[in-house]
């Protein structure tokens, strides 16, 4: 934490394991203890806090495993998910709400109800995602500091 | 209106003596489905579900509810009401169901 307040970057890059719902949250709840300290507006940290959360699950339900990585900035916050696969096949349809490719088991948790990514989008200032099948999906999210 | 002020009516049973009843809630939410509780919750809701495991709080953690509702009687894993002690959400219980917590919680004028 000495790092952050002494320089104006600060960068951490985290893992997810595919599967691992357990875990699922501590790198978000992570994210919102660290940005309050630093500072941050709460509804820029809260913003955020949902989307990470919303992408650690997605890691955990949907991929083969992959990373969050949060980079602060003087003026913005940029977080990339990036998995090891399988991929999108079509990220359009991904994209809306309500359309989901989640199992019976995940829906049981209440998950998988295709809120994840429109979610991280709406919560975000920006938002890309590239995927390719049997390469893996980056998801690229931008959060401004400043209204 | 406190957590605390919602034992006695919603005919609770707190599972987390450790956690702190003196939050405000401030509106409600009914729902089983934590994708939609991601999208749509707010902080200082008090949440009713039957959902017990350990995301839930992970979610409400991060929406800073004022407490989890389990209704129907639902079981709770120890590790949940552990994560819960934690992260400080109130963890009660009530035998009654959903439909019935959240029209009594209305009725108590949490809008």
Partial sequence: MERIEKETTYQETRKVEKGDFAAAGQISASYKNMLKRLG???KVVRRLAIASY???INLAIHTFGGSMTITVYPDHIVLVVKDTGPGIADIGLAMQEGYST???QVRMLGFGAGMGLPNMKRC???FEITSELGIGTTIEMG???TP | MTVAQLIEPLELTLLTPQTSLEREVTGGCVCDLLSFVMARGDAGMAWITVQTHLNV????SLHEFSCVIVAEGSAVEPETLAKATEEDIPVLRSALSEYTLSGRLYALGVR
Avoid: H, N, P, R
């Fill in chain 1, 40 to 42: 941050v507006d709460s």
């Fill in chain 1, 54 to 56: 919303e992408a650690e």
């Fill in chain 1, 102 to 104: 989640a199992s019976e």
């Fill in chain 1, 124 to 126: 975000s200032d920006t």
């Fill in chain 1, 143 to 145: 959060f401004l500091l």
């Fill in chain 2, 57 to 60: 709080i992970a979610v409400a």
